[in-house]
T-cell receptor, first 116, second 110 residues
Framework: NAGVMQNPRHLVRRRGQEARLRCSPM?????VYWYRQLPEEGLKFMVY????????ESGMPKERFSAEFPKEGPSILRIQQVVRGDSAAYFC??????????????FGQGTRLTVV | RKEVEQDPGPFNVPEGATVAFNCTYS??????FFWYRQDCRKEPKLLMS???SGNEDGRFTAQLNRASQYISLLIRDSKLSDSATYLC???????????FGKGTTLSVSS
């Protein structure tokens, strides 16, 4: 049973370009969480999605950031017109149940985004 | 009070030492708590879940004080391989996210 798969592992973008980060949850998991970790900082919650639904996006910046989890395929975190401050590690986690805390969340290895 | 607050660290201890980390949380309704471990530039991994007053797993003991909204993690007989950042994690009030503390860094030396 493969774990949470994120790709790419490393992504370099120039300022103003778009970044697309992909996350395939563990088999049987239909709940996905995205977190951002700035250098020397803790993990910050961004968004919680179920298949075809955004449940909680309270941690997402209001502009340039969007997320989706389609019926088929991976969850996508999209950052438009990237700026240097978007440089961070972006982690995806999945769980089999929706109530955070009822069960373990499994994390992917993360995507390290560098904006130059 | 912040949602999850931890000792800032770092903790530098010799092998074999006992070390304790503290964490306070604001969500008084939370029924579950977690300690995750994160190695440098790696993903967080679950170390221990706490659903009642505490939990013990080998050299690791987690204790919960609901009245004071306080969780602790005790590591006995520290190993070099215990060097990592330890993250205190509590669900948010809506149950839609796990909220992470900033972490406490532990460095075990020989």
């Amino acid at each position: 049973n493969a774990g949470v798969m994120q790709n790419p592992r490393h992504l370099v973008r120039r300022r103003g370009q778009e970044a697309r980060l992909r996350c395939s949850p563990m088999k049987g998991h239909s709940h996905v969480y995205w977190y951002r970790q700035l250098p020397e900082e803790g993990l910050k919650f961004m968004v919680y999605l179920q298949k075809e639904n955004i449940i909680d996006e309270s941690g997402m910046p209001k502009e340039r950031f969007s997320a989706e989890f389609p019926k088929e395929g991976p969850s996508i975190l999209r950052i438009q017109q990237v700026v240097r401050g978007d440089s961070a590690a972006y982690f995806c986690a999945s769980s089999p149940q929706g109530q955070a805390g009822d069960t373990e969340a499994f994390f992917g290895q993360g995507t390290r985004l560098t904006v130059v | 009070r912040k949602e999850v607050e931890q000792d800032p660290g770092p903790f530098n201890v010799p092998e074999g030492a006992t070390v304790a980390f503290n964490c306070t949380y604001s969500n008084s309704a939370s029924q579950s708590f977690f300690w995750y471990r994160q190695d440098c530039r790696k993903e967080p991994k679950l170390l221990m879940s706490v659903y009642s007053s505490g939990n013990e797993d080998g050299r690791f003991t987690a204790q919960l004080n609901r009245a004071s909204q306080y969780i602790s993690l005790l590591i006995r007989d520290s190993k070099l391989s215990d060097s990592a950042t330890y993250l205190c994690v509590v669900p948010n009030q809506a149950g839609t996210a796990l909220i992470f503390g900033k972490g406490t860094t532990l460095s075990v030396s020989s």
